[in-house]
């Protein structure tokens, strides 16, 4: 008789290692209860236990019940952790608008909410909706709860960092100022502007009682200038978007106010208080202050210039040229877009001398402009404070040269 050996089967020794301590993890299961618009119920159950995290915000009721014995603890942040700390996955309320979501990281909101009865009312009307800061939501609550609930209303969402949340402080002040009526026009407005960016922030010098965060809306509403409040409203929201304005913000306030107290100084009183291109007629109205400035300074300002007459010059196509008049830096400013205007008192002062580079068959026209200081050419600077070329360089090199100059350009 034949014998038939039998083959062994595959051997792996992952077979054959095992882990003494492994012991099976208790399996914790979590399961939504109730929920409506504040309150919720989630139970948490492990092999042995069934509890119930009872959070009634409608009823201030707040406890975690044993199933199994029918006993009830209260609800601190400690127990909070504690019945939450095996949450694996994200649940979702869909009914509970302060907690859409409830994560093992929700001890802390929720602790908030029911230990403090600012937030706790806050929820019960609804508009905790996507609001993180309590505390800083909560002050304006305290304020105006009726205007509060207007703003969940009309805005979008209260917390949209660049367009809602930033107008709230002014909102909020001109509901103190000017009454409720005047608080809800400036929100209504603001929700149908296109404006993408909202600050009222100027952080301007405004005495002790300024607000600092709409301290550049409300400086306008000084006596002084005379705007009417929905008016202002509408050429900021509307008029300023019309000319290209998108977002509003200090450099906003600065340039409108700039431009209302360069009227009164040049004219003694304001023309036109919403002009219709705010950033050509604040320039505009620069010019005309520094030329009201400098003129009054021309007699000591020519004088001066004829003590450097001599450093006129021409070569190559190029010449310097010494201005007779301060309406000349003016120009010259205006024309090359940078400041050189205001070089005018350092000039009577005797700090430096502006003169300017031309072409010899255009002297006329700006090209660019040069600043000595005694024996120094420290600056020349063409159209928006571009560098000299290599022809412009050479020329000034050459005159510099012929001047007895330093060229430090």
């Not at 012991?23 to 092999?47: G, H």
């Not at 050509?280 to 000591?300: A, F």
Request: hydrophobic fraction near 35%; proline fraction near 3%; glycine fraction near 4%.
């Amino acid at each position: 008789m034949q014998n038939t050996a039998t083959a062994a089967a595959p051997v792996s020794i992952q077979d054959y290692i095992l882990n003494l301590s492994d012991k099976t993890a208790a399996k914790v299961t979590y399961q939504v209860v109730l929920e409506n618009n504040t309150d919720f119920i989630l139970s948490r159950k492990t092999l042995k236990t069934e509890r119930e995290l009872v959070i009634l915000v409608s009823q201030s009721l707040y406890y975690i019940r044993d199933k199994g014995s029918d006993k009830a603890e209260s609800v601190s942040l400690g127990t909070l952790k504690s019945f939450l700390r095996d949450l694996k996955e994200d649940i979702a309320l869909q009914s509970v608008h302060w907690m859409p979501v409830i994560s093992k990281d929700s001890a802390e909101r929720i602790d908030s909410v029911i230990t403090d009865e600012v937030f706790s009312d806050m929820c019960r009307h609804n508009v905790l909706r996507n609001i993180n800061d309590l505390d800083w939501y909560g002050s304006y609550w305290e304020l105006n709860s009726k205007l509060f609930m207007q703003l969940t209303e009309m805005f979008p969402t209260l917390s949209d960092s660049s367009k809602y949340r930033p107008s709230i402080p002014l909102i909020f002040e001109l509901d103190k100022r000017y009454g409720y009526n005047e608080a809800i026009y400036f929100a209504s407005q603001l929700t149908k502007s296109g404006i993408r960016t909202f600050s009222a922030v100027n952080k301007y010098n405004y005495g002790n009682n300024a607000p600092k965060d709409c301290d550049g809306f409300i400086q306008l509403l000084e006596p002084e200038y005379n705007l009417n409040l929905r008016r202002l409203i509408d050429y900021l929201l509307f008029d300023l978007y019309a000319q290209g304005i998108t977002e509003i913000d200090r450099s906003v306030w600065t340039e409108y106010r700039d431009y209302l107290d360069m009227q009164l100084q040049f004219y003694g009183k304001i023309r036109e208080k919403y002009p219709a291109h705010l950033k050509t007629e604040h320039d505009v109205m620069t010019l005309k202050t520094n030329e009201n400035k400098i003129l009054q300074q021309n007699e000591e300002f020519v004088n001066q210039n004829k003590r450097v007459a001599d450093l006129a010059y021409e070569h190559s196509g190029y010449c310097v040229v010494v201005p007779e008049q301060p309406q000349d830096l003016v120009e010259e400013g205006v024309g090359l877009s940078h400041c050189v205007g205001s070089y005018a008192e350092r000039v009577v002062q005797g700090d430096c001398n502006i003169l300017f580079l031309r072409k010899t068959v255009i002297p006329s026209e700006p090209l660019v402009t040069i600043q000595v200081s005694g024996k120094n050419l420290c600056q020349a600077q063409g159209k928006n404070r571009r560098s000299v070329t290599k022809d412009e360089r050479r020329f000034l090199e050459r005159w510099c040269a012929a001047k007895g100059l330093n060229c430090s350009v």
